[in-house]
C-alpha cells in the first residue's frame, strides 16, 4: 500500500515544522526517516497516522486521504511512536487482546493473533508478567507487537529500537526487514548504522524540508566530491614522505593519520585521481606503498553536512 505525502506543511505558532514536504514511499519499500531533532520527523509520522492535522496539504495512505477518511486509513496503519504509550498494570497477553479488539481483530483468531505477535516479537519468556514489570527492551517489543496485531499494510515505527540491546536490535532489525517485504514500512532512527542496514532507501529532513533523498549508496555517491585516499609508506622518513606527497601535482592536500605512523590522508585535485603519481612516487624512491584505500563517506558524515547549522 503505497503512502503519497503532499505539500505538507504544519505550523506551532510562528514555527513551521513542515514546510511544504512532499515524498512517496512505494509498496514493499522501508524508508529510513532522518533528522535532527526539531526537524519535522515525528511531526509528519503524526500527520500519516491521523494523530495530528497539517495545516496545508494532505496524506494519502493506499489513496485514501487522512483528511477525508481518517478512520480508514487508521484501519491499514500500525504506528510505534517515540514515546511508547502502554497500559502498565495490564498482562502482556490481556493488553494485546485488548489492542487487538479495538482494531477490530476477528473474535475467533484473536488469540491465534496475540500468541503469534508474542512469538515473533521475543516475548514468550515474559508472556506471564504485567508490562509495568518489563525491562525497557522488552517494553519496547509489546509496543512494536500491538503496531503489528491487526497486520496492517502499512507500518510506521519511530525510533523502534530504542532500550534494545545489541542482540535485541539485530532480531528487531531482521524481522522489520522481512515485515518490509510486504508492507510499507516507515522507521525513523538516530542509530544511522542501523538505518543503512535496514532500510531500502534514505529520505534526510532538516527544518521541515528534505535535503537527501535516494539509497546510501546514491547519497554516498552525491556526496563524495574529490578523491580522498589513505596511503601507508614504508621506508621512508616520515616528514620526508609528506613533503614528497604534497609536492605531487595530483595532490591538492596532504594530512598525517595516525600519530608515529607512516599514514597519510591525500586529498586529490578536483576532478583528478593521484593513485599512479602516489605508486610512481613510491617507486622512484624505493620506498614500500603498504596502503592506498580510498576513504568513502559514511552515512554519519552525510547526515552531518546536509543538517549543520549554516
Same mark, same amino acid.
Given at each position: 500500500?503505497?503512502?503519497?505525502?503532499?505539500?505538507?506543511?504544519?505550523?506551532?505558532?510562528?514555527?513551521k515544522a513542515l514546510d511544504? +514536504?512532499?515524498?512517496?514511499?512505494?509498496?514493499?519499500e522501508i524508508l529510513g526517516f532522518l533528522g535532527p531533532n526539531g526537524a519535522g520527523k515525528t511531526t509528519t509520522m503524526k500527520a500519516i497516522t491521523c494523530y495530528l492535522s497539517p495545516n496545508a496539504g494532505d496524506v494519502k495512505v493506499g489513496g485514501v486521504s487522512v483528511l477525508e477518511n481518517p478512520n480508514e486509513v487508521k484501519k491499514n496503519i500500525g504506528y510505534l511512536p517515540e514515546h511508547n504509550p502502554l497500559? #502498565?498494570?495490564?498482562?502482556?497477553?490481556? !493488553? #494485546?487482546?485488548f489492542i487487538g479488539e479495538l482494531q477490530g481483530v476477528d473474535k475467533?483468531?484473536?488469540?491465534?493473533r496475540v500468541n503469534h505477535m508474542i512469538q515473533i516479537c521475543g516475548l514468550s519468556l515474559e508472556k506471564h508478567k504485567k508490562i509495568g514489570e518489563l525491562s525497557k527492551g522488552y517494553r519496547?517489543?509489546?509496543? +512494536?507487537?500491538?503496531?503489528?496485531?491487526?497486520?496492517?499494510?502499512? +507500518?510506521? #515505527?519511530?525510533?523502534p529500537t530504542t532500550g534494545l540491546d545489541p542482540n535485541q536490535i539485530i532480531e528487531i532489525r531482521e524481522l522489520i526487514k522481512q515485515i518490509g517485504k510486504e508492507k510499507t514500512v516507515i522507521l525513523s532512527s538516530h542509530i544511522l548504522a542501523e538505518v543503512e542496514a535496514t532500510c531500502d532507501r534514505v529520505l534526510i529532513i532538516n527544518r521541515g524540508k528534505i535535503v537527501a533523498d535516494g539509497t546510501a549508496e546514491e547519497l554516498r555517491s552525491k556526496?563524495?566530491?574529490?578523491e580522498v585516499l589513505k596511503v601507508g609508506i614504508a621506508g621512508a622518513e616520515r616528514n620526508a614522505a609528506f613533503e614528497a606527497l604534497k609536492a605531487l601535482p595530483d595532490v591538492e592536500l596532504?594530512?598525517?593519520?595516525?600519530?608515529?605512523?607512516? #599514514? !597519510?590522508?591525500?586529498?586529490?585535485?578536483?576532478?583528478?585521481?593521484?593513485c599512479q603519481s602516489i605508486f610512481d612516487l613510491c617507486a622512484k624512491n624505493g620506498w614500500f606503498l603498504t596502503q592506498l584505500t580510498p576513504i568513502e563517506k559514511n552515512l554519519e558524515?552525510?547526515?552531518r553536512e546536509l543538517t549543520k547549522d549554516n
Open positions: 500500500m503505497d503512502i503519497s505525502i503532499e505539500n505538507l506543511t504544519k505550523t506551532y505558532g510562528a514555527q511544504n +514536504l512532499s515524498f512517496q514511499v512505494k509498496t514493499g497500559y #502498565l498494570e495490564m498482562g502482556i497477553v490481556d !493488553y #494485546l487482546k475467533a483468531h484473536l488469540m491465534e519496547q517489543r509489546v509496543g +512494536l507487537a500491538q503496531a503489528l496485531i491487526h497486520d496492517p499494510e502499512v +507500518l510506521v #515505527l519511530d525510533e556526496a563524495k566530491g574529490n596532504v594530512d598525517f593519520a595516525g600519530e608515529g605512523k607512516n #599514514l !597519510y590522508e591525500v586529498h586529490s585535485a578536483p576532478e583528478r585521481s593521484s558524515d552525510i547526515f
